[in-house]
């Protein structure tokens, strides 16, 4: 009788636990997804890993969607466009269910022959977002490239990313985590009222900020797209010249799965060009524009998961797993700049005393460095609370956000190439037997642009001085990328050739002091990317 007992109350137990955990776990999706600016989360009520095709077409249905428009990135790290004006509800389940061919050869003309040039272009029901632009309501879809048997492209980068992240879980059971920043500037013309000062824009609000509204326009419509933003600020470079003014500009994202990641940096790039568009205004993600100012990088933000937490931090401090990771970005650095530093001009932003990286080293907080360890929340102390004495235990519950930036990269690269690469040094960094001595090695805790410390910067090693010898790093370290059938060869050898094409071996030398030759390279590479 006592043991039936027991067995009852273990019973009322579970049942007042599962629907309490229920509640608990509906309460923090609708949490979630109450506040959420896209306005397929908000309709369907879930969010957009969980999206169907019939979720979908009621959207379409219910909202009065005229047109959809497949984008997908391309050989150039472009998105492109197939538009669709929807005639019925076969028609529409039909694009829906079985996407549609393009012509590969013209989309990836090193990779794809003419003779066998068809490729399906398949939608990914989880990117849907409303075009913020088209007069006509349009429901926008990112895709994936499949081959004539219905395979994967291997070729594309989208499905590179996807298969560096699948090798990345396979051999070390850890998820990538992956945020950009993205820095631009908006030329216009020249406006005196409220002038900036000359490299003091950091920070700066309104009206000194001229295009501060451009950027907050853009945040709104990235949200709207899915995009995960973390802030948006004006930044350091701001000059006039020849009557028009420039003004640097930053929007930083939040760390997301890698797909994602990459997805959300594309669609914010298009939205950025498209309302530069409409304020007539030219905005350009190239890494240098002229000579002895600023110049545009797009760093990179890590962090290693393990079923849903952060592994980066242990007892509060950097954990040995990422270190390894470290290392990793540290030994493959110089084949890394073959995905994230695509243009001659590249070069001409990475250079000492430019808060750009040129050494192979890693340091915390410090922005000399090619690998920063930022500020993580990483400790006990609860600030908030010393600033508002009236609040109690608000920081408890959001832990570490501890990420691992990699400096380098700018808006030339290849996004989804680039975040693979990285993907691949950070599995290769924790399979690295000597990793963490590696690590310890290069890791430095000075300014290194200080004449003082030059005896430190000549035993690190640097980062190459053009394409040329980008391109000659990857031919040194392609067996990396290539294992596990992550890169196919075709585009290490693609990469190559079209780095070394450039020829610009002694560019950096030959044009640093004639500005005609230079500006004649900021022209040609201005819209990058």
């Known amino acids: 009788m006592a043991g039936d007992v027991l067995q009852d109350a273990k019973l009322q137990n579970i049942l007042t636990f599962v629907p309490t955990t229920l509640h608990l776990t509906l309460q923090a999706m609708n949490e979630n997804i109450s506040l959420n600016p896209n306005a397929l989360v908000h309709y369907l009520d879930k969010p957009s890993d969980d999206f169907t095709k019939a979720d979908l077409i009621r959207f379409i249905e219910a909202k009065g969607i005229q047109m959809l428009n497949f984008r997908y990135s391309a050989a150039d790290s472009r998105l492109k466009t197939l538009n669709f004006i929807i005639k019925d509800r ?99 013309e020249q406006d005196r009222l409220f002038e900036a000062v000359d490299q003091r824009g950091y920070h700066e609000s309104s009206p000194f900020c001229k295009w501060e509204k451009l950027r907050l326009e853009a945040m709104h419509a990235i949200a709207k797209c899915g995009g995960f933003i973390k802030y948006g600020h004006s930044e350091v470079g701001n000059f006039t010249e020849s009557g028009m003014s420039y003004e640097q500009n930053e929007i930083e994202f939040t760390p997301v799965r890698l797909e994602d990641a990459a997805d959300q940096l594309m669609i914010a790039k298009w939205i950025l060009r498209s309302l530069a568009y409409k304020h007539g205004v030219t905005i350009t993600f190239a890494p240098k524009i002229t000579t002895g100012k600023a110049g545009s990088g797009m760093h990179v933000h890590t962090r290693l998961m393990k079923n849903g937490s952060s592994v980066m931090l242990d007892n509060g401090k950097l954990s040995e797993t990422a270190k390894k990771a470290i290392a990793g970005y540290l030994d493959l650095s110089q084949s ?189 590479y201005l819209h990058c990317g």
């Not at 073959?338 to 932003?349: C, E, H, L, Q, V």
């Not at 001595?437 to 001085?465: C, G, M, W």
């Open 90 to 188: 076969h028609h529409l389940d039909s694009i829906l269910s079985a996407g549609e061919r393009v012509d590969g050869s013209s989309l990836f003309p090193n990779y794809v022959e003419a003779g066998s040039s068809d490729l399906y272009v398949i939608p990914r029901y989880r990117s849907a977002f409303v075009n913020p632009f088209s007069e006509i309501p349009a429901l926008d879809i990112l895709c994936s490239y499949y081959d004539k048997d219905g395979q994967p492209f291997a070729n594309s980068p989208e499905h590179i990313l996807r298969r560096s992240h699948e090798v990345l879980k396979e051999k070390t059971g850890f998820s990538f985590e992956v945020m950009g920043e993205l820095e631009y500037y908006i030329i216009s």
């Open 336 to 524: 890394l700049t073959a995905f994230g530093n695509m243009i001659p001009t590249s070069y001409f932003r990475l250079v000492p005393h430019q808060e750009a990286p040129t050494n192979i080293c890693w340091g915390d907080r410090n922005r000399s460095v090619l690998v920063r360890v930022p500020l993580g929340w990483g400790n006990k102390h609860n600030m908030i609370t010393d600033a508002n004495p009236q609040e109690k235990d608000t920081q408890k519950g959001y832990g570490s956000r501890q990420t691992v930036e990699f400096r380098c990269p700018d808006g030339s690269a290849d996004i989804y190439l680039l975040f693979a690469g990285l993907t691949v040094a950070a599995r290769h960094g924790i399979e690295m037997q000597n990793a963490l001595e590696f690590a310890e090695k290069s890791y430095v805790d000075v300014n290194i642009f200080e004449e003082k410390h030059k005896t430190r910067v000549s035993e690190l090693l640097q980062l190459p001085s053009s394409c040329w010898h980008s391109a000659e790093a990857l031919e040194k370290q392609r067996k990396i990328y290539e294992a596990h059938d992550i890169f196919p060869p075709k585009i290490i050898d693609g990469l190559i050739k079209y780095l070394k094409n450039f020829k610009d071996q002694n560019l950096r030398e030959s044009v640093q002091n004639d500005e005609k030759e230079m500006m004649k390279l900021v022209n040609a």
